[in-house]
């Protein structure tokens, strides 16, 4: 598995080779890369459908770390990866007929496969680690593709919001695999499923729960973290259908789906996902009908499908988890067509406003029978695939285990949603074909069949299953929700359940569905409605912050990096001052070691009153010259207080310097102006205070450090052997030349290049304009 | 004597630091090396000080018989004052060059982005 994954992803690069000037023609083929990948897939259906057992394909990476490159095929992966394949097939195969005007597609055909193969790593990793590495690939991936159109200012908006959420929550859910790793000893999915009370019943269960949690609500786009989805609509259309019918935002519910026999057993984790999937599938399906663009419609109600798998999952009952994974199917199936059709409309009549299509089945009769598919199995009309889902969801809403309020509350929830479901799949599945067809529509030309084919399979597909439902129930689902719910089941899919409450319940949801549907006309004024909740909206909260923090950054940054080095040295002094000092006073015991001190001469004393003076005129002057001679004063007397103290040589080096220093000085910066006045007292005056205290900080250091005698056993190793070893009465250059002989020589070469610095600098050729001397 | 050294260190510690305050290149440079004087004298002071007894071997002898000052310390001075004339040869001619193409002294007037030379 490991070697079609890779080859995935080197297909991906791959594609840029391809100019779509000379290689237009390709894409038309390039298709076969995720049907051969759909195919190889099949190839293992008959093991996983007949063992119970996962199919584990070894390879190691980092044993030491405990990650390993394993993948494992088992009927969820397979569920998810069918549908990444399969339905990636019909979306390579539209858009290269949607794109082929597009001078980017290869770059298109790129992040598609790169995508693809991402989320095929995510759905079949068996090590955590591996497959957050696929996770983050995806955010990354959808990145570009969600911003592909990169000259519009919305489209880069919305995929950084998206990347943005996504990466945060996939950060959030390393620290949840990693915490996992840490409490069960392991990161391969497979061994956590043998021992799944490891985690539940650790103290750490909670945190581990709520940020796995968070990289997939965040992913899915559960609330309040839904408003990237709706973003995400400014990709091209076949980016949409494919990220949000079958793989980006289904993502999320294959981690809660894959960690449900895993750490499910907690009532916090079936409360949490039924709260959050309950919201979100309410407030979906409520303003999706509010739109007017049929990609805003399609968007709201995939977050409120969403919501409904999230809401099953916490659930929670064999029953929820069977329907979860029949529903996930669903969606995908009727979704992707819905928003393939809006892509061929798009195409045709350059818009997708509701308040303005109508009529277009006159022209594109197969789309519209498409369309019309779909949105009957996204109502749950009878005979579609939909139906059996909507059926199952009615059937675990209404289950003998809940308390009659329970009961009401979830049906009530359930109901609802569906209903206005029913309106949203209405209004973008079949408005756009029926009615009177206006003028301006009149000379659109019939969509090519690259472009009606894949819907057409897709809602084919949703007709099938609805009456043959036990074709795919005996394949897929029964095996995927074996995984999920961790046991076998007893669950089947069937066309007649009976005459029963549910299926008053679901002739109730159409009935009303289809009378809101004729309600409700498309138009600014209904957008208009929910500009209020704009103020509240959670993005608008996120924005807030987002933009407080560049402001703390901004401000930060100026005050902290403000381009003036002196400020920089002024905060480090003043750090140094407040820590040191801090520590020094704290801790260390001020004292003064009067037994060692050496008194002084009055010749010492001398010298000494002459440096200080120096000092102070260097620091006081406004001219240049005297400061240079304080500064060679200065260098003298240091020279003597070398004598006074057994240093000849360093009192003679000291003494050459300085001489050629001052000389360098004078002749060099003799012709520049005097100092000039730049400060004024007050600046002076904190300058003074903060090197003051600096000066007497590293005084009381200096008096601290003279308490404890210095090690003398290096100085004393040198002094007995340098004749012994070195043959040399001069310890001092003993040490330069033969103890520490390498360091002079790198010395010399440092010296070499400060020359050759000096000489080129000096014979740089002025420019024009520049003052030469 | 250790007195007046630790006095003297502060002071050119001081006296460094307020230096590479102001805002003339020329006083950032006279700064650094006030700042290395005082270095040097707290490195000499930390070998210790031993009065005019410079770490020589007598002629006729091969071993030191009386006391000696610390020869380490004056090593590692010794290479200090070196490097640090390298840093002042260079700093210098670049402060003439960067004054001979800006006709500043001032470090702020240096501190523009793109500056059109």
Redesign the interface.
Known sequence: MLLPIIITFLLAFLMLLLKPQKFLRFFKIICVIPFLFFLYLLSYLPSIHKGTTAIIFRNEWIPSLGISLDFKIDGLSMLFALMITGIGTLIYFYASEYLKRDENIHRFYCYLTLFMAAMLGVVLSDNLITLFVFWELTSISSFFLIGYNTTQEDSRKSALWALSLTSLGGFLMLASFALIGIVAGTFSLNELLLYPDVLVNNEYYYIIIFLLFAGAFTKSAQFPFHFWLPGAMKAPTPVSAYLHSATMVKAGIYILARFTPILSGDDVWNYTLMIVGGITMFMGAVLSVFYKDMKSVLAYSTISALGIIVFLLGIGTQTALYAACTFILVHALYKATLFLITGIVDHAAHTRDLSILKGLGKIMPIVAVAGFIAALSSAGIPLTFGFLSKELIYGVTTDTIWTQETLILLTTIALITNVFLTASGFLAGIRPFVGKLPKEFQKIKKPSVFLWLSPVLLSTGTLVFGLFPSVIDQTIIQSAARNVIGSTTEMYLSLWHGFNLVLILSMVTIATGIILYFLIKPSNKNEGRLKGLHEVAPQTLLTNIALGIRWFAFRYTRFFHNGYLRVYIMFIIIFFIGIIGYKLFADVPLRVNTEDLSAFRIYEFIVFVITIIAIYFITSTTSRLTSIAALGVIGYSICLIFVFYGAPDLAMTQFAIDTLTVVLFVLVLFKLPPFLKFTNKKIQFRDGVISVSFGILIALITLQALVSPADKSVSKFYADNAYILAKGKNVVNVILVDYRGFDTMIETIVLGIAAIGVYSILKYKTQDGEKSE | ????????????????????????M???L?GL??LG??A???I????????????????EN???IEI?????P??L???A??????????A??????V???T?S????SL?IQDLDI
């Open positions: 004597m250790e007195l007046l050294l630790v006095i003297l260190v502060g002071a050119f510690y001081s006296a460094g630091v307020y230096m590479m305050f102001r805002r003339s020329v006083k950032l006279l090396l006030l004087n005082g040097n004298i707290l000499f002071l930390m070998g210790g000080l031993t009065k005019g007894k410079a770490p020589i071997i007598k002629p091969s071993k030191f000696y000052a610390d020869p380490v004056q090593a001075i010794l290479t004052i070196v490097i640090s004339f390298a840093l002042t040869a260079f210098i001619v670049l402060l003439k060059r004054y001979a193409t006709g002294d001032d470090l702020d501190n």
